[in-house]
């Protein structure tokens, strides 16, 4: 995380939390939903698919998401810190 934590407060910290936190289930819930349908597209049609710039685009940000849980679990022990 690029502020001092001394420029957080709990608010702050708590509502970014919970801001990632939706987005991290949403992309979640989301590639289970891709992951199924492109299972149900067959192997011709998923070649198409993983050699396309909008899935090469998706997996480039789901490994960007993977990267960023350090930093999630660095805002959650920042939160926990400020409510003790």
């Not at 509502?15 to 199924?36: D, K, L, N, P, W």
């Not at 997996?59 to 400020?82: N, P, V, Y």
């Amino acid at each position: 995380m690029s502020e001092p934590e001394s420029n957080w407060n709990l608010e702050t910290a708590e509502a970014a939390y919970v801001v990632i936190s939706r987005y991290v289930e949403h992309t979640q819930a989301s590639g289970f939903i891709i992951a199924m349908l492109a299972g149900a597209l067959g192997e011709e049609r998923l070649e198409f698919l993983v050699q396309s710039e909008h899935w090469q685009k998706y997996m480039a940000s789901r490994r960007e998401l993977e990267a960023s849980k350090e930093d999630i679990q660095k805002l959650a022990e920042l939160i926990e810190r400020q409510r003790q």
